[in-house]
């Protein structure tokens, strides 16, 4: 091996693939395929069809956009096999669905159908509150969300080939995922300038293994291909994503919750790939007619959502405010405890 | 002289840093416009749907059309390939538009989903009497596509076999290439037709840049520059010392 290899991450490390047929390296060559493309979310195979007219690199296939995840509640669970069998036939770019944190039994059936990449996702509900699925043992590639760099380097370490930020998904709104993209970049760059000897604690602050928080110093970047996701909604939006450093972006909710879906699909696909030539940005950003209604943060109506941590990278968005509304919060475990919870929380903010 | 790479979607980073590894300067090209200030050009390795969307929405097919008739050398890794067959199977409902000019059939996504995509070690002969090194190379395909057949006047460079079926397991199909080459179906990956190269893995997600240095030559056979050639076949020499990075090939 040693000489011949070279995407391989994890080089002579412990933990030795299982699977034959899919190294590392095919799993994170797709990623570095879909670099500096958009992966879209879409429920049907018409959108599907809009999506990849307009240049999306890859579809997510989905039951719900997050926004309506996040207005109808309940428990979002993987899509039908079925939708997602008719997405993968109408269109011959890379197909994603979505697993639930945890749950590898979802995995396991979207490897069967055959889809391109398991997007093991924080916007449907967690299966598993502590584990996420040990991704080694699949031979399909998977994308994680994370919020920073330590949970970016816990979930390649379980294997995923591809990070992505978690942002706020269906929201419309963009600071969750600059959030994210900042931390994870600030957090480099303070790498890149440490001493090798203060990597030792900074893995253990991170909670992260030592090797791949190593690797990370030398490349000056994340090992694997690193994208947007959560709240991108306009052309601009993307292009910030871009020149924070992201290799791409995930639209959710953005393309096909707005007035014009495919001429927003298409302006977005331009805005990533000309993400520093303003004039194209500027041209590409006319006239795209209403764009997602979106969730202020910060609004008076809509508390902020508040976080809510369960293990370690577990994020429950869940709202303040009427308990209407708190009874649609986003990633519940359980509507009732979580509903709880959060008011116990609340209270002293209040 | 830069070498240009077209820069709308997918690895073009792996290969400008493939280039630098080499000593060359890659260039990002976007705009037609752009391409006036290079004398050879890659197309990377991406969804190839994606890329043409792009190149229609900035009008960039008569500018590759006219580079590629000019004679100018043209290498297309994976996506890049399906851009300069002359004719492409297996698109997206409506088709795409190609830029053409390599005489030869594509199926697009061949071997299957990713699922399917595989590493293979492939005999490379050609490659390995210019640039030296090992006699195969350490090919990546990634959702690849396939060269079904090829015109006359277009050198072979590398294929794979497969099994008849067109089975998954590509592993086997290896094996069994060394045992016996009969049943098997074989599979072009690599070709030369004049200043134009193709190849339906991805040279630039490895870290033997062979395959590069084989592509600055052809250019360089083609520009007159005499300090240019010099400049390369001095950067092969180094090219051995370094230690091989066994890091993802990234910017």
């Known amino acids: 091996m040693a000489g011949t290899g070279v995407v391989t991450v994890y080089g002579n490390g412990a933990i030795t693939e299982t699977s034959k047929k899919s190294t590392f390296s095919v799993k994170v060559g797709l990623a570095q395929m879909l670099r500096g493309g958009v992966i879209m979310d879409v429920v049907n195979a018409e959108q ?34 079925q939708l997602i069998k008719e997405i993968k036939q109408t269109v011959t770019i890379p197909v994603m669905a979505k697993a639930r944190i945890g749950h590898f039994v979802e995995a396991q059936i979207l490897e069967a159908i055959g889809i391109d990449y398991v997007d093991e996702s924080e916007v449907l509900t967690p299966a598993d509150d502590e584990n996420h699925i040990n991704k080694h043992n699949f031979r399909i590639p998977f994308v994680c969300g994370c919020r920073n760099l330590g949970e970016a380097l816990r979930r390649i370490r379980e294997g995923a080939a ?15 995922a600059v959030r994210h993209v900042r931390s994870v970049m600030g957090d480099i760059r303070v790498l890149r300038n440490m001493d090798d000897d203060e990597v030792f604690t900074f893995a253990k602050e991170i909670q992260a293994p030592y090797d791949l928080v190593m690797q990370t110093k030398q490349l000056g970047r994340l090992p694997v291909v690193h994208f947007a996701a959560g709240g991108v909604a306009t052309p601009a939006d993307a292009a910030l994503m871009m020149q924070l450093g992201c290799d791409g972006v995930f639209v959710g909710s953005g393309v096909f919750k707005s007035g014009d879906p495919a001429r927003r699909a298409r302006a977005i696909v331009q805005a990533v790939t000309h993400y520093s030539d303003p004039e194209v940005l500027a041209d590409v950003s006319c006239g795209l007619g209403e764009a997602m209604v979106g969730i202020n943060l910060n609004d008076a109506k809509v508390e902020r959502a508040l976080p809510l941590y369960i293990g370690k990278d577990f994020r429950f968005y ?22 709880a919870a959060v008011n116990q929380v609340l209270k002293p903010l209040k | 002289m ?39 050009l890659i197309i990377p390795g991406g969804e190839s ?7 229609e929405y900035h009008n960039l097919f008569p500018a590759l059309r006219e580079f590629v008739k000019l004679g100018k050398p043209v290498w297309g890794t994976c996506a890049g390939l399906i851009f300069l067959a002359d004719k492409a199977s297996g698109q997206k409902t409506g088709g795409q538009e190609l830029i053409g000019g390599l005489d030869c059939t594509v199926h697009r996504n061949f071997f299957g989903s990713q699922l399917q995509s595989f590493e293979a070690e492939l005999s490379v002969p050609e490659i390995a009497a210019k640039e030296g090194g090992p006699p195969t ?32 397991d590509l592993d086997s199909a290896l094996e069994s290439q060394k045992e016996s080459t009969t ?36 250019a360089s056979e083609v520009g007159d520059e005499a300090s240019r050639s010099a400049s390369t076949s001095q950067e092969d020499l180094s090219f051995y010392k370094q230690p091989r990075n066994d890091l993802p090939i990234f910017q």
């Not at chain 2, 980073?13 to 630098?20: F, G, S, T, V």
């Not at chain 2, 749907?49 to 190149?55: G, S």
């Not at chain 2, 590069?212 to 052809?218: R, Y």
């Open chain 2, 49 to 55: 749907t994606t890329m043409a969307k792009l190149a």
């Open chain 1, 48 to 81: 599907a069809r809009i999506a990849e007219e307009a240049g999306a690199c890859a579809v997510m296939a989905l039951e719900r956009v997050p926004a309506d995840i996040r207005a109808q509640g309940g428990v979002a669970r993987m899509s039908d096999p």
């Open chain 2, 183 to 218: 049943s098997e179906k074989k599979v072009i990956v690599a070709v030369k037709q004049g200043n134009l190269l193709a190849t339906a893995f991805h040279p630039e997600l490895t870290a033997d840049t062979r395959w590069h240095s084989f592509f600055l030559k052809m």
């Open chain 2, 2 to 40: 830069a070498v240009g790479v077209l820069a709308l979607q997918g690895s073009f980073n792996e290969h400008i840093a493939a280039l630098r590894r080499l000593g060359v300067k890659g260039v990002q090209i976007r705009k037609p416009e752009q391409l006036h200030s290079v004398t050879s």
């Open chain 1, 162 to 176: 591809m990070i992505r930020t978690k942002g706020e998904a269906g929201t419309g709104n963009i600071i969750e």
């Open chain 2, 137 to 168: 190379f350490r090919g990546v395909f990634i959702r690849a596509p396939a060269i079904l057949d090829v015109g006359s006047d277009v050198e072979v460079l590398a294929d794979i076999c497969i099994q008849s079926d067109k089975t998954s």
């Open chain 1, 318 to 339: 869940t709202w303040g405010g009427p308990i209407t509304v708190l009874e649609t919060c986003f990633g519940e475990v359980d509507g009732g405890v979580a509903a």
